[in-house]
Each structure stands twice: as C-alpha cells, then as structure tokens.
Nanobody, 125 residues
Framework: QVQLAESGGGPVQVGGSLRLSCAAS????????MAWFRQAPGKEREGVAA????????YYADSVKGRFAISRDNAKNTLDLQMNGLKPEDTAMYYC??????????????????WGQGTQVTVSS
C-alpha cells in the first residue's frame, strides 16, 4: 500500500520561497512516477511537476518553469518541491501523487493512483 504525506506548506510573501516535502512509503519514490499537483478554490487540479523513476527526468507546467524544482531522495523515500519567486496565483492546496508507470511514460498526464492529503500554500503581498 502506497502512502504519501505532504508537509512544508504555509503562508509566504510574494517573491518568497517554500520547500514542500512528501514522505512516501518504502521504495515508492524510487520505483514510481512521482508528481506534485495543486488545486486552488474554484479551479481544476493542475499538474505542477513530475519526476520519473530510474533516470529522473523532470517535467514542469509552463506556469512554474524556472521557479520550481522537483527532486527526490530515494534513500529517505521523500519527494520535494522547491518553490522560488512565489506569486499570488501559486496559492493552492498542493498534493503529492504517485503512479505505477514506467519511466518513459511518466509525465503530468500519467494516471496517478495514489495521493497525499495535501498541504496549503498561501502567497500574499
């Protein structure tokens, strides 16, 4: 059973930084397609960043390219999202997700089967 638990959210000022972390059950981060999604009130869920197993290719939504960085630590079974240059439109609930997908098929459009409970990020001026 895959279990995911996010942490690191909170309030932050425009232009600031936050680092989200997702603690995963054993061997999940190294073997699964992992991603961060977000959902703002009244909006659809949006894929933010994904990282493949094995080779560690990364993919980003256009809205966060150059500002966010996804990474994983296989030894610690954690998935991180470093967020810099935060904007008010980054305000959302952020979710960690996992998909049992081969690395060549991993991306933001993969079928993610497992989700964490979310962590709130609020960016204000």
């Amino acid at each position: 059973q895959v279990q995911l638990a996010e942490s690191g959210g909170g309030p932050v000022q425009v232009g600031g930084s936050l680092r989200l972390s997702c603690a995963a059950s054993r061997n999940t981060v190294s073997n699964y397609c992992m991603a961060w999604f977000r959902q703002a009130p009244g909006k659809e869920r949006e894929g933010v960043a994904a990282i493949t197993s094995s080779v560690g290719w990364t993919y980003y939504a256009d809205s966060v390219k150059g500002r966010f960085a996804i990474s994983r630590d296989n030894a610690k079974n954690t998935l991180d999202l470093q967020m810099n240059g935060l904007k008010p439109e980054d305000t959302a609930m952020y979710y960690c997700a996992a998909a049992r997908t081969a690395y060549w098929a991993c991306g933001l459009r993969s079928d993610f089967n497992y989700w964490g409970q979310g962590t709130q990020v609020t960016v204000s001026s």
